[in-house]
């Protein structure tokens, strides 16, 4: 059937829609294109360094995916030509409302013509701006329809063309979770908005008018937008059709990209934690930019770590290792200027952030631990101690420590105990200190043990104990500030003067430094040409834990500390890696990374140092245990020569101590078992001893065996001279029965 003429009918439609228009209040139409712009938050956070340069932009809105706000300037012509003649052809000359399109659309319904649909950019910017006038999948009711009306000719009477074409552009969605152009073409196309030609924008206009259609469907309709496009130009829609189907299926623009994934995520969960939020990188440039948070990270550090280990990483994978982390401090202000997590693509886990991870930190506890003992007065750097078998008795059996090669030096100072990495010694100057000591000082430096001193027991000194790579490198710089702890920052933010908390003597702190540094001192393990040395100052120390599971160097200079570990996240052991061959290349190339073009100098010594000679006596050989030094001592501790007695017991040794019981035992006896069968055995340590209890003298030697009875005891070790050293009180409860039978 014909349609008739219909002139006049579609002025006075036109001029109903509007006065029904003029009585519905619509918000949409009274926002400013500034505000609208200001309020635009892209899907992701942009982690910036100390000085403003991208590190990582990080998904944060998982409801949707937007780019950056985009300037129509930087809208490709092509696209904003397709966008306007695909969805109103008169966008420039109506004033948001298209009357001959709306009535065109009344009369098609009427006659049930298919026609165009009415609906205008302006009108449809309305929808997207007032969530009352949104459409519903079952579309929009009469009432918001007519409020679109309304809000679009607001809209138009305070907004210019160019940016309700801009606003449009960067808030309607396209397919799936994309909203705005800057995601769509970096999304479907690689690239930014300003570089999309006649076949890309077409595809993009098309995905407006059914952004979840089929491929198919979809390049039907670009075909369509590119006739209209190049009007006369043969188009090929079957090549078309292939582009298309490619187009939809890209995800080229990475949820999260960037060099610092591990540290960007830490940041950002530590705004959370803080009720704070993201900002915009800076006032000038807040209007529909992206989020941003600044770190205390050095972009070009950053850059060389993870390429530095990775590389590394590479050349060790003929030997089972994939993984790694890295992580710089500044010694004075406690920044985080490099966070590596892992090693990326090599490894199968590289969303474990190993700077965080809890690993068994091997033998870097130990400079932790002979600091604690010198500053107690328990050793000198240049006292003897023997490393020889020992068997030493524990609650759950005997510990026997090994040193890394199997071999025993014999009698050693604590300065080549540590520089060398000697295990046995370390098991015997934490006898000296306790367990349970240590693990209060090693919580005290920032290493939250999750047990207690005694539930590692003795191999404690040997990192038993789990650590993060971030609190191990924080304890080391602990050593680098003479003994003032501080937590660690990625934050930037304006310096707030705190004092640090003197965790440790700084005298001990600077002889342990002075220890690490010492290339000679280290020669036994590590040999003279070692990686560890340096031209310039650095304090620097090895691990490895059990079964070759992790391997670590930290250590620090005049002002950064750096901590590397190597090993694989899923705990499998690695092959043939040492100290040396495994995190220390990785750390000397970073510490010449940073002192290139800076200095380091040896740090001055605290008030109470004393630095005087001293020698050495003959061993087994004849010949002087080590070579006569000057050597750094507390003030009061110092002494000239250090020699072995007539015992072959180095002089100057821990003094005697009991090992077991420890003080406050209870001790339950029981009826039902025979009391030959429930001794109490007593260990110390010390040559020459004899134990009385409750005053009376009981046995001599480093143990002996005991038949309690019931009451409260004091148990006393005394050295060779009658002297008591050292005592324990226990408590012995049970039947008087089993009392009388361990009496005779």
């Known amino acids: 059937m014909p349609r008739p003429p219909f002139p006049a009918s579609r002025s006075r439609l036109a001029a109903a829609l509007a006065a029904i228009a003029c009585t519905l209040p619509v918000a949409a139409g009274a926002v400013s294109f500034d505000e609208v712009k200001r309020e635009f938050r892209p899907s992701d956070t942009a982690v910036l360094d100390r000085n403003g340069e991208l590190l990582q932009r990080v998904r944060t809105d998982a409801s949707v995916r937007r780019g950056q706000w985009v300037a129509l300037a930087d809208v490709s012509p092509a696209l904003r030509m397709a966008m306007v003649l695909s969805e109103d052809r008169r966008f420039y000359e109506h004033s948001g409302i298209d009357w001959r399109a709306v009535s065109s659309a009344a009369w098609g319904n009427l006659w049930n013509t298919r026609t165009r649909g ?32 309304v809000a679009a000719a607001q809209l138009e009477r305070s907004w210019r063309k160019d940016q309700i074409l801009e606003a449009y552009l960067n808030t309607v969605p396209f397919r ?74 890209r995800r080229a623009f990475d949820a999260t990209e960037g060099i610092a994934p591990h540290a960007a995520r830490r940041v950002l969960k530590e705004l959370r934690e803080a009720g704070e939020t993201a900002a915009p990188p800076s006032r000038q440039a807040a209007a529909g930019k992206e989020a941003a948070v600044r770190t205390t990270l050095r972009a070009p550090l950053q850059r060389f770590a993870l390429a530095t280990l990775q590389r590394h990483l590479k050349e060790l994978r003929g030997r089972h290792v994939e993984d790694g982390a890295l992580v710089v401090l500044d010694n004075a202000s406690g920044e985080v200027l490099a966070w590596v997590g892992s090693s990326g693509p090599l490894s199968q886990a590289a969303e474990v952030d190993a700077v965080t991870a809890l690993r068994q930190p091997g033998s870097t506890l130990k400079p932790l631990l002979y600091a604690q003992a010198i500053a107690e007065r328990r050793l000198t750097a240049a006292s003897l101690i023997d490393d020889s078998s020992a068997q030493i008795s524990t609650a759950s059996g005997l510990y026997i420590p090994q040193n890394y090669d199997r071999q025993f030096k014999g009698p050693v100072s604590a300065r080549t105990a540590l520089a060398a990495s000697l295990n046995v010694p370390a098991v015997r100057t934490l006898v000296m200190v306790s367990p349970e000591s240590f693990a209060r000082q090693l919580r005290a ?217 420890a003080d406050g035992t209870i001790i339950a006896l029981d009826p039902d078992i025979p009391p030959l069968h429930q001794r109490v055995r007593f260990e110390s340590e010390g040559r020459g001893v004899q134990w009385r209890i409750d005053g009376k003298l009981f046995a001599r030697g480093n143990s002996a065996q005991w038949l309690p009875w019931p009451g409260r005891h004091v148990i006393e070790l005394a050295d060779a001279t009658g002297k008591v050293v050292d005592q324990r009180k226990l408590e012995v409860r049970g039947a008087g029965v089993v009392a009388k039978s361990a009496r005779r």
């Open 176 to 249: 799936g979770e994309i909203v705005g152009i800057d995601a769509l073409s970096r999304t479907l196309f690689g690239k930014a908005p300003s570089g999309l030609d006649a076949r890309e924008a077409s595809v993009a206009a098309a995905l407006v008018r059914a952004p979840n259609a089929k491929p198919a469907l979809v390049a039907q309709r670009a075909c369509e937008v590119m006739r209209a496009m190049e009007p006369g130009q043969k188009i090929d829609c079957d090549a078309l059709d292939m582009f298309t189907s490619a187009a939809v299926q």
């Open 445 to 661: 430096a920032g290493l939250p043990l999750r047990e207690s001193g005694d539930y590692y027991g003795y191999s404690l000194a040997l990192g038993s104990a789990e650590v993060s790579l971030l609190s191990l490198a924080n304890a080391y710089r602990m050593l680098a500030n003479g003994g003032r702890y501080g937590p660690p920052t990625l934050m930037a933010r304006p310096p707030v003067p705190a004092p640090a908390a003197p965790v440790l003597d700084p005298r001990a702190a600077f002889i342990v430094g002075d220890i690490l540094s010492d290339a000679n001192a280290r020669t036994r393990t590590f040999g003279l040409d070692s990686i560890l040395s340096t031209r310039f100052w650095t304090a620097v120390k090895t691990g490895t834990s059990k079964d070759m599971r992790d391997n670590w160097a930290v250590g620090w200079s005049q002002r950064y500390t750096v901590g590397v570990w190597v090993g694989n996240a899923s705990g499998a052991s690695m092959w043939d890696v040492s100290g040396t061959s495994g995190a220390a290349p990785v750390w000397a190339e970073v510490m010449r990374f940073l002192h290139a073009r800076e200095p380091s100098r040896a740090p001055r010594p605290p008030a109470g140092l004393v630095e005087a000679q001293v020698a050495f006596g003959p061993g087994a050989d004849g010949n002087p245990l080590e070579a006569a030094r000057s050597e750094w001592f507390l003030q009061g501790t110092e002494q000239p020569l250090f020699a072995l007695d007539n015992a072959g017991t180095p002089a100057g040794a821990a003094a005697a101590r009991i090992t077991a019981p």
């Open 118 to 149: 009415a609906s205008t950019i302006t009108m449809q910017l309305s929808g997207l701006l007032d969530e009352d006038l949104r459409r519903a999948n079952s579309g929009r009711s009469f009432t918001q329809k007519i409020g679109q009306t």
